[in-house]
């Protein structure tokens, strides 16, 4: 008796523990897919150094408890910032020595703001923009119950990502002059929403094939826990 089930057990282990840690497997590429695409982030594929154009902030609401109802962008001392017209959002230019600092978006009273689980974008387009390759966007988002994240933190140079980044575009070089680049103010270019959303869609679609495959192995894990099972029962009827 005992050596029949001890060979239960074996068997048990044998299958059950593989579809298990293929049901974790599954769970870490679930939770791997959402974490990755977490932060406040920003794309200007369109800008170019001392150049104008279009930013877009991406913005998902992190909180499980409470939608996003604001959001404000620090911009590195604009001539030139127009938010794009948001249905349920106010915006606010700040200006400081006749320069534009910062933007603010806020949710209209009866807006659901950005919702739990979703996101958002805010778009400006504005210039010119410093004659560097690299410039940050700190970014301070506000949640209805009153918790923030601070996304203001610098990247350091080994490229190890901090707690809360803050937003960062890459500028490439400008083209002949300032004359082009003032050619592409705000409101001439049609090109950066359609990259932009591109660009979106393409990180939704992977997020959702990892998410899918995160499905399947932990589906897997299901199915194999249920075969072991059905096999430990038919040698128990078969040793009966």
Avoid: C
């Avoid at 689980?117 to 390759?133: C, D, I, Y």
């Avoid at 499905?215 to 096999?231: D, N, P, R, Y």
């Amino acid at each position: 008796m005992k050596n029949l089930v001890s060979t239960r057990a074996t068997i048990a282990r044998r299958l059950v523990l593989p579809a298990a840690a293929a049901a974790v497997v599954g769970a870490a590429s679930l939770t791997g897919a959402g974490v990755a695409s977490a932060h406040v982030s920003a794309n200007a594929p369109t800008v170019t150094q001392g150049g104008y154009g279009v930013v877009t902030l991406v913005v998902p609401n992190e909180s499980d408890a409470a939608p996003t109802t604001s959001l404000r962008v620090t911009l590195p001392g604009l001539k030139s910032a127009r938010p794009e017209a948001m249905s349920g959002w106010k915006s606010v230019v700040t200006k400081k020595d006749d320069v534009v600092t910062e933007i603010t978006w806020t949710a209209e009273p009866g807006s659901p703001g950005v919702p739990v689980g979703q996101f958002a974008q805010f778009r400006f387009s504005g210039g010119p923009f410093p004659e560097q390759e690299t410039v940050t966007l700190p970014t301070l988002q506000t949640y209805a119950d009153g918790e923030t994240a601070d996304w203001n933190q610098p990247t350091p140079a080994d490229g190890t990502e901090p707690e809360k980044p803050a937003p960062m575009i890459t500028l490439a070089a400008g083209g002949d002059g300032h004359g082009g680049q003032h050619a592409a103010a705000p409101g001439t270019s049609t090109d950066a929403p359609q990259s932009q959303a591109t660009e979106t869609a393409q990180a939704d679609s992977a997020a959702r094939w990892l998410g899918g495959i995160g499905l399947v192995v932990g589906a897997l894990g299901t199915v194999f826990g249920v075969a072991a099972l059905m096999v430990v029962r038919r040698n128990g009827r078969g040793n009966a």
